[in-house]
């Protein structure tokens, strides 16, 4: 497992030091499940909804590497598929499985206008989520009803919580296996704060499961060490 993203993280932002411990047991926790073959299912509404695709599309697909398939599978669409196996084989990347609940269009309006909206994501975790998997919830207060539903019968279904609040924490954060409350209040400031946490997170899993060596991503993450006296 990788950690390096989440010190360079605190090196550029200094003001999310406090949750340094947090971030640390989040990407162990997400780097587990997807270890075992779980997946992560992402929530939120709103601005949290879009970073809640904006956080998907960087574990699908490659975010900082090029995430080549093993040989054996290029081999395979070769084999079967000819000249178009080739061309796949060239284009496919490796994913890290993730879906954001906020995308399902047709489902989430149905169970709105069906049931009730403050159970959107909840029906999604119930239908889709297994032990082992990990929801990835998003709330800026921590008290979105349909966020905090979603967490409820992740418990249920003996699925693992990450919370990403803001510094409250609400009640999310109460039922969050790990909960990263970044130190901000006003909604705009803690949606500030949580792209370059997701970033580092994306960034910390991609490198365990796709650089070869500790060189392999080029990016904005890379930087100074954290100094010896904030390592602690």
Same mark, same amino acid.
């Given at each position: 497992?990788?950690?390096?993203?989440?010190?360079?993280?605190?090196?550029?932002?200094?003001?999310?030091?406090?949750?340094?411990?947090?971030?640390?047991?989040?990407?162990?926790?997400?780097?587990?499940?997807?270890?075992?073959? $779980?997946?992560?299912?992402?929530?939120?509404?709103?601005?949290s909804a879009a970073d809640s695709e904006?956080?998907?599309?960087?574990?699908?697909?490659?975010?900082?590497?090029?995430?080549?398939?093993?040989?054996?599978?290029?081999?395979?669409?070769?084999?079967?598929?000819?000249?178009? $196996?080739?061309?796949?084989?060239?284009?496919?990347?490796?994913?890290?499985?993730?879906?954001?609940?906020?995308? =399902?269009?047709?489902? /989430?309006?149905?169970?709105?206008?069906?049931?009730?909206?403050?159970?959107?994501?909840? =029906?999604?975790?119930?239908?889709?989520?297994?032990?082992?998997?990990?929801?990835?919830?998003?709330?800026?207060?921590?008290?979105?009803?349909?966020?905090?539903?979603?967490?409820?019968?992740?418990?249920?279904?003996?699925?693992?919580?990450?919370?990403? /609040?803001?510094?409250?924490?609400?009640?999310?954060?109460?039922?969050?296996?790990?909960?990263?409350?970044?130190?901000?209040?006003?909604?705009?400031?803690? =949606?500030?704060?949580?792209?370059?946490?997701?970033?580092?997170?994306?960034?910390?899993?991609?490198?365990?499961?796709?650089?070869? /060596?500790?060189?392999?991503? =080029?990016?904005?993450?890379?930087?100074?060490?954290?100094?010896?006296?904030?390592?602690?």
């Open positions: 497992m990788r950690a390096e993203p989440v010190a360079q993280l605190l090196e550029r932002l200094p003001i999310l030091r406090p949750c340094r411990a947090a971030l640390e047991a989040a990407v162990r926790l997400l780097y587990d499940s997807l270890r075992a073959g $779980g997946k992560i299912l992402v929530c939120g509404n709103g601005g904006h956080l998907v599309a960087d574990l699908m697909k490659g975010f900082m590497l090029p995430r080549p398939i093993p040989a054996d599978d290029k081999a395979w669409l070769a084999e079967r598929a000819g000249p178009r $196996g080739t061309d796949i084989a060239a284009n496919l990347q490796g994913s890290l499985a993730s879906i954001s609940l906020g995308s =399902q269009g047709a489902l /989430t309006t149905a169970i709105a206008n069906d049931v009730r909206f403050d159970m959107v994501f909840a =029906q999604q975790v119930n239908g889709l989520g297994r032990p082992g998997d990990v929801l990835f919830a998003l709330s800026t207060s921590g008290n979105s009803p349909s966020v905090v539903n979603a967490a409820h019968v992740a418990r249920l279904r003996r699925v693992s919580i990450v919370a990403l /609040t803001g510094r409250d924490g609400g009640e999310l954060a109460e039922l969050a296996d790990v909960a990263i409350r970044v130190p901000a209040d006003r909604v705009y400031e803690v =949606q500030e704060l949580h792209l370059p946490v997701y970033h580092a997170l994306a960034l910390a899993l991609e490198l365990s499961f796709f650089a070869e /060596t500790p060189d392999d991503a =080029q990016s904005e993450f890379e930087s100074r060490p954290v100094p010896a006296s904030e390592s602690d």
